[in-house]
């Protein structure tokens, strides 16, 4: 333990700064990079997860990190605020980035039954279809404020992870996961079938968000240089996304975290250690739709039109993926996991037809070479008492 | 009187478990449970803490009628069970499994004060404390489902067959470790055993159990002469 807080060397101090200088280095290059480059950093990022796990560097990395929690905070925020830039102020390279966001958080509430419970959803899309077509509804046909929509969303989900999440409380494992994917083409059949949710159509005319009087669909200028309104959403989405990822942890190493993975080991056991199953299962699902549902109004109010297709089956195996990939119950990992996966399925639109196919293949290939996924979880720490 | 056990009965589908079980222990007491392979002694835990549920009969803990209760709120009254085996969290750490055991805790400096106590008592575990729980020996698994249960600081623990598929000088360990508890720590004991000899050696009385049903009881004296436990269960 001790050992871990002498440095051998100075630098080791500024590691975990540096080490998220260069992964949004990394970020920027896969982004703005061919399709090959993006899956040499995605080697890369294996390889080294891979060797560092070997020699305990990740759980040192882990506590640097802890024990200069405020300075790399503060390089990430600048890296955020950055990102724009080093971008180079491309909308295309933009959008990239804001959809990863978008994305990372469905994929960090679907951790929630995923990675932490165990329980296969294969209803992420629908959930976040959900959130967006209330913000959608809430603005549209009733003329609310976007912000109002989010909220809107934010409530909906809330009470619909509850009636999704009802199913896992009579069944487990291969059934759930039939039940979710029934939920799933329900919810599909029911937008394709409503005329007032735009049926087949979609719904267009979405308003954007406004902050201070200011649409975030305005361009804005910065020392002469015209900066697309894409770098509004990205400071958005990823505000959002860095507070999600702090409450996701908050959650993994609180009672209500630990209750889930007992859940995942065996139910009846966990009965037996006090455990209220039924409250902190819905709780799961509850809490997990209710990030789908912020990131369903932001991608409504991003794109300004959203149509059925964008919440299909396909879109919920991406978002399983991308938790797979990242690391279960590791949100941390969950995010680069997502932020990766949207990455590359963008640079493989060059294959067209094959996109999915080659998305396949470096999936098993990844998840083959290193099977927990990128960064897994990480043993909770307990304060200690006094030895006497 | 901690718990009492009215005239319970339970069933497997169609097939009769427990039928007519009356018991009671009180505050501090230690008592035991004698029976073969099969005469229904885990089902008589699993019915203590609602896994199981009778179809006649009652249970009260404290004066409260726990009968209709679910199993998480039985615990919350201050039960605590060691399972017999699969009773941990095999995939979670040492410390998560304990952390379980007071699950209902809320104060995390409170309960590292008392994980320091309990671990004093299991310097082994502490070792192993990042460790999953199932890479853990037999014997390490019992003492954590024992040391998990001391922390939920409950008034009553149940103790599915401790000294089962142990080595005799892990047996005697467990059970140094039960004795210590019950002078030290005043909670009170239901030991389940077929292991009459190290039972008898801590509990103050006890019950024979056949096929479901009570068919004796006394004091540590009286069963220790009892001619059916003597026949079948002190064996040695
Ligand atoms: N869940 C169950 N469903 C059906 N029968 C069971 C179940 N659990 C136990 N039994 C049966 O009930 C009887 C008593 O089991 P148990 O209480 O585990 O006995 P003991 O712990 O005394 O060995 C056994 O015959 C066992 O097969
Ligand atoms: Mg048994």
């Not at chain 1, 979710?180 to 599909?188: G, N, S, V």
């Not at chain 1, 954007?208 to 400071?235: D, E, H, R, W």
């Not at chain 2, 750490?93 to 994980?115: H, I």
Request: charged content about 15%; some cysteine; overall charge positive.
């Amino acid at each position: 333990m001790t050992e871990n807080k002498i440095y051998t060397h100075k630098i080791e101090k500024l590691l975990p700064s540096l080490g998220v200088v260069v992964f949004f280095a990394a970020l920027a290059v896969a982004i703005t990079g061919s399709l090959w480059s993006t899956l040499i950093i995605l080697i890369g990022m294996t390889g080294l997860l891979i060797y560092g796990e070997k020699h305990g560097q990740v759980d040192r990395a882990y506590i640097r990190v802890e024990e200069r929690r405020s300075s790399t905070l503060t390089v990430l925020i600048i890296c955020i605020v950055l990102l724009p830039f080093i971008l180079k102020g491309n909308s295309y390279f933009l959008h990239i980035a804001v959809m990863a966001g978008i994305y990372a958080i469905v994929a960090l509430g679907l951790n929630f039954q995923i990675g932490s419970m165990g329980q296969v959803n294969f209803a992420p899309a629908a959930m976040f279809g959900v959130g967006a077509y209330t913000s959608a509804m809430v603005t549209v046909r009733l003329g609310a404020s976007p912000w109002i929509g989010l909220i809107a969303a934010m409530i909906v989900t809330a009470g619909m992870g509850i009636v999704f999440g009802f199913p896992a409380l009579k069944t487990r494992g291969f059934y759930f996961s039939l039940v979710t994917i029934a939920l799933q083409t329900i919810f599909i059949l029911l937008v394709v079938n409503t005329e007032w949710l735009g049926g087949p159509n979609g719904i267009p005319g979405i308003p954007a968000f406004s902050l201070f009087g200011q649409s975030l669909k305005k361009s804005g200028m910065l020392l002469g240089t015209p900066i697309p309104y894409q770098m509004n959403y990205i400071y958005l989405t990823f505000t959002l996304l860095l507070l999600l990822i702090v409450i996701s942890k908050r959650l993994y190493s609180s009672r209500i975290g630990l209750a889930w993975n007992a859940i995942e080991e065996d139910e009846i056991v966990a009965s037996t250690q006090g455990i209220n199953l039924t409250k902190v299962k819905l709780l799961s699902f509850s809490i997990g739709s209710v990030f789908a549902g912020i990131a369903g109004s932001l991608y409504a109010h991003y794109t300004s039109f959203i149509g059925v297709e964008d919440f299909d089956f396909n879109k919920s195996l991406i978002f399983i993926c991308m938790v797979l990939l990242g690391g279960m119950d590791n949100p941390i990992g969950v995010t680069i996991g997502a932020i990766m996966l949207t990455v590359i399925d963008e640079k493989l639109r060059i294959f067209a037809d094959y996109r999915m196919l080659m998305y396949s293949i470096i999936l098993i290939v990844v998840l083959v070479v290193r099977s927990q996924g990128l960064l897994p979880k990480r043993n909770r720490k307990y304060p200690l008492g006094e030895e006497n | 009187m901690l718990l009492e056990l009215s005239d319970v009965y339970t069933k497997y589908g169609q097939i009769p478990m427990l039928q007519g079980v009356s018991m009671t222990i009180d505050a501090g007491d230690a008592a035991c449970v004698l029976g073969s392979n099969g005469a229904g002694k885990t089902t008589l835990l699993k019915t203590i803490i609602g896994i199981v549920k009778p179809f006649q009969g009652s249970l009260s803990y404290r004066g409260e009628n726990i009968t209709p209760l679910p199993s998480h709120k039985i615990i919350q009254r201050g039960i605590a069970i060691v399972p017999e085996r699969e009773g941990l969290f095999p995939g979670l750490s040492v410390d998560d499994n304990l952390r379980l055991g007071a699950y209902y805790e809320k104060d995390k400096y409170a309960l590292a004060q008392r994980k320091e106590e309990v671990l004093a008592i299991f310097p082994r575990l502490r070792e192993r404390i990042s460790q999953q729980a199932g890479t853990l020996s037999g014997g390490e698994r019992k003492m954590l489902g024992i040391a998990r249960a001391i922390l939920a600081n409950p008034q009553l623990i149940l103790m599915d067959e401790p000294s089962l598929g142990l080595a005799p000088a892990l047996v005697n360990e467990v059970y140094g470790v039960i004795k210590k508890i019950k002078e030290e720590k005043k909670i009170a004991l239901l030991i389940i055993e077929q292991n009459a000899q190290k039972a008898l050696d801590v509990v103050d009385r006890g019950y024979i159990m056949q096929k479901g049903s009570i068919i004796g009881s006394g004091s540590r004296d009286e069963l220790s002469e009892n001619e059916i436990v003597k026949s079948s269960y002190l064996v040695s």
